[in-house]
């Protein structure tokens, strides 16, 4: 019986790969599922959507690590791909030919625009057959997708009681924290200069609200730089929502139609108002019903999913290389 490990060919494989230095031709098995095998360019052909945007976003041990964490994503896939296409064969089902066609002509519409001829170009650069890539790309993946349903998916009821229980057990990630409906003013400090017009400026502006002024009306009139929203309007925002210390420290002392008085930071002058509250609660599980639901179906279909897998492993002949 085959076991999952750290491939460390694969992973070798596929790190020079995504750096373009090797050619596309470079081959081998990865792994053997019964009598089906998995090359190291099948592995690649599902791995690069995920190492080109690993590339984009990391460097490093950290993109290298990811890398190599596609590669083993992209084999598992793979291996249980087959497993799948296996059962579906050993269990004797049937699909009629119609359900791929329909499939096809999908395919054609959503990713070629109704244009055959882009789709056959594109079989013939690959270098593949019309049936070949019919069979790759429309018949295995529609059959993996019934067979998924059918004992992953389907029948998943989660009962009223298990919501009432997980939701009684986890009624922390319902609380909402104490959060303020902010409007700000921001006067920015010109780097180099005393910045005493900026002062006097934002002074000003205090004292014209002092004087009951509308605080949204002279936000789109003053307040400028990054920070400029219309009205000076920051939304809802609690104690996480990573707004600065100084600014935060203002905002959370002040009650429902209160402003504050002017406070310099570095980059500027700021002045914050609170519009209104809203005082940490629970959500009700009214509120959360549907929420906690899916949570239960998600965790639900994972598990079969799981079970499944190592169901079909057990009795399977497993070789990676």
Request: aromatic residues 10%.
């Amino acid at each position: 019986m085959g076991k999952w490990f750290y491939c460390a060919p694969l992973v070798a494989l596929l790190v020079v790969l995504s750096t373009r230095t090797v050619a596309d031709t470079v081959d081998g098995i990865a792994a053997i599922v019964n009598d089906r095998l998995i090359t190291f360019s099948d592995v690649r052909e599902v791995a690069t959507p995920a190492i080109q945007n690993t590339y984009r976003l990391y460097s490093g041990e950290e993109r290298d690590r990811k890398v190599q964490q596609a590669g083993v994503d992209a084999l598992n896939t793979l291996v249980e791909r087959a497993l799948i296409l296996q059962e579906f064969t050993e269990k004797g089902y049937k699909l009629p030919e119609h359900v791929f066609d329909s499939r096809m002509r999908e395919i054609i519409e959503e990713q070629y625009g109704g244009d055959k001829n882009a789709l056959i170009r594109t079989i013939q650069a690959r270098g593949l057959t019309m049936e070949q890539w019919k069979q790759k790309f429309v018949r295995e993946p529609f059959i993996v997708q019934a067979l998924r349903q059918k004992e992953v998916s389907s029948d998943v009821v989660v009962s009223p009681a298990a919501i009432e229980q997980y939701y009684s057990q986890n009624k922390a990630k319902f609380t909402l924290p104490y959060q303020v409906r902010l409007r700000m003013i921001v006067v920015r400090k010109e780097p180099g200069s005393s910045n005493t017009e900026a002062r006097d400026l934002t002074n000003n502006i205090w004292q014209k609200l002092e004087g009951g002024a509308d605080f949204a009306g002279l936000a789109n009139i003053y307040s400028g730089g990054g920070q400029k929203t219309p009205g000076g309007d920051w939304g809802w925002v609690d104690k996480e929502s990573g707004l600065r210390k100084e600014l935060a420290d203002l905002a959370f002392a002040l009650k429902a139609g209160q402003h504050s008085k002017v406070i310099e930071t570095e980059d500027g002058f700021y002045i914050v108002q609170v519009d209104e509250v809203r005082p940490e609660r629970t959500r009700t599980l009214a509120e959360v019903r549907g929420e906690v639901e899916r949570t239960l179906a998600q965790e639900m279909r994972a598990a079969r999913q799981r079970k499944w897998m190592e169901r079909l492993k057990q009795k399977a002949f497993i070789r990676y290389f």
